[in-house]
């Protein structure tokens, strides 16, 4: 068991008028290797739950577990916690800051006190891990398109070699080309080297198709915790938070309700494919 | 993390300092600071804390968001106690090593703490209580006159409404940027001055970076809707002095009155 959250809550500018509670009672295990999307609308408080995992944050009451050991106890190194529970923020871009894109990804690495060498050796990796070509890396970060930005800040904190990876929105802001390039590296570097990945997004259609387990947030609490398919049989229920299911599944349900004899768990459209040519009698 | 800092920052409730008019706290606040460094003996500084302290309780604001303002002229305030301490002339008190501590020094020592503390304290309960559109709107009408002279009022305050209404925003970035820097294990806090100066960069360029961006993006937004200036600029809001504003002058003006009359006039 990897990270282990036990009763978190998390209440902002507690005891003022503006006091809220972004995290109520939330408790998760999230086991090594797992492909984690973590859903909510706006202000559903997921952010907020990230940004605990890494100890940006510290819960107003509750613990978090990393690998069995509680990250706020005193004398616990929250530095090589980051590394090792990498996260990168919504719009990665605008935490760059070198005057070129190698010696910017190399940042993380060398705050990990590692020697020089390593250091180039991760940032040429993890530049390679988000496909990028050499022409950009000695380019200044800022001359870059915005998903190519986005690509250098992913690559800045792979470069640490995280064991936990989390994505806050991720794709926000991309066009749907740049949005699949990120989503599809995301899902290869996970293939390749089995680490955890938590993907945070109000997007069902982004994280349908890749993710193992979806964890659904409303108002600061856990509404759904399964796989996807079982999540989006609370269609309705989604929908009444704010959020919807992936447009596949709303055709599966028309189709069945006009009868056709289609399973409504299809969640990409190659799964909906097959279920329609088999429910017209015909073979993909 | 940087959200203890109180000026310019607006604390939302309901009361009646918060409905008044923008003028009339801001022309409390000058009447206020005046009355502070006209006073010489504590009679009228009791009757300052006295009105002050109505005002905290009828403005409810939670006292503590005050004195988190304090927090920033700690320094400014040791170095004035201090000075005025020993570097007044005057029948000593006592003396140790070179410096001496004078009758007239302690006494100057703390009626500079009083001031201060209190002008801090009226300033944020002003700032607290009064948005910054507000007090921007308030300040373009009070210094209105001086547009006779060619004093570009309309464009200073719009200046200052900006740069007030970006302290949050930028704070917030600074936030974020921080925490991003954070996650890929930058440190902001250990090491000497030097260390600590270079470990600002990785949160300096992109926060200028940002701060460039939001202005790009702010002056293309007004000039879409046809911003040119002062000239001709009606309000959806004008401000108009209702009944509760001329009572505010009343008693802010009875207050002055009192605490001048007590604080330098009259003597026991």
Redesign the interface.
Known sequence: MAIILNHVSHIYEEGTSMEAAALKDVSLAIPDGQFIGLIGHTGSGKSTLVQHLNGLMKPTSGNIFYNGADIHEEGYNKKELRSKVGLVFQYPEHQLFEIDVFSDVCFGPKNMGLDEKEVQLRAYAALKQVGLEDDYFYQSPFDLSGGQKRRVAIAGVLAMKPEVLILDEPTAGLDPKGRDEILDRIAALRKETGITVILVSHSMDDVAKYVDRIVVMNQGGVMYDDEPKKVFRYYKELEAVGLAAPQVTYIMHALKEKGYPVNTDAITIEEAKDEILKALGMKS | MLRDITLGQY???ESVIHKLDPRVKLVATIVFIITLFLINNFIGYIIAAVFLACMVKLSKV?FRFMVKGMKSIVFLLMIAVVFNLFLTPGEPLFSFWRLTVTKEGLKLAVMMAIRLVFLIIGSSLMTLTTTPNNLTDGMEKLLSPLKRLHVPVHEVSMMMSIALRFIPILLEETD??M?????????FESGNLIKKAKSL??LL??LF??AFRRANDLAMAMEARCYRGGEHRTKMKPLIYQKRDRAAYGVLFAYAAVCIYFGRIFTI
């Open positions: 604390y939302q409730t939670p974020k940027i925490k991003a820097q954070i996650a890929r294990g930058a440190d960069v990785p360029v992109p970076i940002s």
